[in-house]
Nanobody
Framework: QVQLVESGGGLVQAGGSLRLSCAAS????????MGWYRQAPGKQRELVAR????????YADSVKGRFTISRNNNNKNTVYLQMNSLKPDDTAVYYC???????????WGQGTQVTVSS
């Protein structure tokens, strides 16, 4: 069983920055791609950033140029999401997951709340 623990969320003013962290623990035999998702109230969960095993990245258009996904070189099951120039529309609960292609592999963690005030 793999556990996912997200942290680093909070309340920030528009234009501010936050750095989210995600740690995957448990029995993990292979390094997978990892992704950050978010779910705003009344909306479906959406993928906002993905990093492959080799370090290739993907970003949703809504966050491109503002968010950066990275992974810990010493522990590739730990990933980060640097969020700059935050907007009120970025307000959501943010989740991470291991990915096979674009498919989440693990049960979802509790997520971390990001609230951006205008």
């Amino acid at each position: 069983q793999v556990q996912l623990v997200e942290s680093g969320g909070g309340l920030v003013q528009a234009g501010g920055s936050l750095r989210l962290s995600c740690a995957a623990s448990g029995i993990i035999f292979v390094v997978n791609a990892m992704g950050w998702y978010r779910q705003a109230p009344g909306k479906q969960r959406e993928l906002v950033a993905r990093i492959s095993k080799g370090g290739d990245t993907y970003y949703a258009d809504s966050v491109k140029g503002r968010f950066t996904i990275s992974r810990n070189n010493n522990n590739k099951n730990t990933v980060y999401l640097q969020m700059n120039s935050l907007k009120p529309d970025d307000t959501a609960v943010y989740y991470c997951n291991r990915l096979l292609g674009m498919t989440p592999l693990s049960s979802w963690g509790q997520g971390t709340q990001v609230t951006v005030s205008s």
